[in-house]
């Protein structure tokens, strides 16, 4: 096989990759929604899947062969990463949806594959291109088409963009971190540090989380556990720009889901809208790869 088409189905894997992490973190909502029915509180929750799915993962290294420990500095930088950056990201996003719709802080959150690009164009890890460009446009133009926007106070909408801001530098980070980790130890510290993080202020809070509510915790896990490992394997193939914006299919699992499982109302506007992310899709595989893109031979 050529290069050519070596780095062609690099990239591809890597777009897959990606979708399928949009996927996994699509289950999540709805499945976070069947928790809270049964009584849980949100910190609890998260803690515990956080928790569970540090546990999967190490489960999912040991059986793999995958190194666990990444050095003295890497697991400091890791835990931060994954305490300071997801686990901060996770609690603004739930204060948000306290404060404001879901409609309008879906729509202001997804927001970050745009946060994503202009910090990696800043920063040098990116470099512009008129098809990933094209793929954004398209792809933000689905998202805005699923969500339904209401009137909503100044403070959700604020902690709602905040929240795709910080995700954004995590994916940015992420990415450097990268270059001298392999994901699944990626994904175990990072999950670690945000399970050290958000368990400690649901301890302090000190929430409720039933027993009833047990399954879904799990389940949260092992979505979540799925969507790191996924996620961080794509962002080492494609890089954290890319990779942000193949993750827009994340919104339309959960409005299929919420029609399915929920028996929620499935409208025209939300089927343009998945068609025109659905449709940023291979765009963003034919587009040019970023400059520090890794070799298809990568095993990671």
């Known amino acids: 096989m050529k290069i050519g088409d070596l780095r062609a189905s690099h990239e591809v894997r890597g777009i897959g990759l990606a979708v399928g992490s949009g996927v996994s973190f699509g289950t999540l909502a709805i499945?976070?929604?069947?928790?809270?029915?049964?009584?849980?509180?949100?910190?609890?929750?998260?803690?515990?899947?956080f928790a569970l799915a540090t546990?999967?993962?190490?489960?999912?290294?040991?059986?793999?062969?995958?190194?666990?420990?990444?050095?003295?500095?890497?697991?400091?930088?890791?835990?931060?990463?994954?305490?300071?950056?997801?686990?901060?990201?996770?609690s603004l996003f739930f204060l948000?949806?306290?404060?404001?719709?879901?409609?309008?802080?879906?729509?202001?959150?997804?927001?970050?594959?745009i946060w994503t690009n202009i910090i990696g164009i800043a920063t040098g890890l990116e470099r512009p291109s008129l098809r990933v460009l094209?793929?954004?446009?398209?792809?933000?133009?689905?998202?805005?088409?699923?969500?339904?926007?209401?009137?909503?106070?100044?403070?959700?909408?604020?902690?709602?963009?905040?929240?795709?801001?910080?995700?954004?530098?995590?994916?940015?980070?992420?990415?450097?971190?990268?270059?001298?980790?392999?994901?699944?130890?990626?994904?175990?510290?990072?999950s670690a540090g945000a399970a050290v993080t958000v368990g400690t202020v649901a301890l302090v809070?000190?929430?409720?989380?039933?027993?009833?509510?047990?399954?879904?915790?799990?389940?949260?896990?092992?979505?979540?556990?799925?969507?790191f490992l996924l996620l961080y394997a794509a962002i080492k193939r494609i890089g954290s720009a890319r990779s942000a914006i193949a993750n827009m299919v994340e919104p339309i699992t959960t409005v299929l889901l919420a029609a399915l499982i929920l028996g929620e109302e499935l409208t025209l506007r939300m089927g343009i809208g998945a068609a025109l992310v659905i449709s940023a899709l291979p765009i963003l595989v034919s587009a040019e790869a970023r400059r520090d893109v890794v070799a298809p031979s990568d095993s990671s």
């Open 96 to 113: 948000a949806l306290e404060h404001a719709p879901a409609g309008v802080v879906g729509l202001i959150f997804y927001s970050f594959p």
């Open 134 to 190: 094209i793929a954004l446009i398209v792809g933000t133009a689905g998202v805005a088409s699923i969500f339904a926007v209401s009137g909503a106070g100044l403070l959700g909408p604020l902690l709602a963009l905040a929240a795709a801001v910080v995700v954004a530098v995590y994916l940015i980070l992420s990415q450097i971190v990268l270059r001298k980790q392999d994901a699944p130890t990626t994904a175990l510290w990072t």
């Open 55 to 90: 546990l999967l993962i190490v489960l999912f290294c040991l059986a793999t062969g995958r190194r666990l420990w990444p050095g003295r500095h890497g697991a400091v930088k890791l835990l931060l990463l994954g305490g300071f950056g997801y686990g901060f990201e996770a």
């Open 205 to 227: 809070g000190r929430g409720e989380l039933p027993g009833d509510a047990l399954p879904h915790a799990s389940a949260l896990a092992l979505a979540s556990a799925v969507a």
């Open 31 to 49: 499945v976070a929604k069947l928790a809270y029915e049964e009584g849980a509180d949100s910190l609890p929750l998260l803690g515990a899947r």
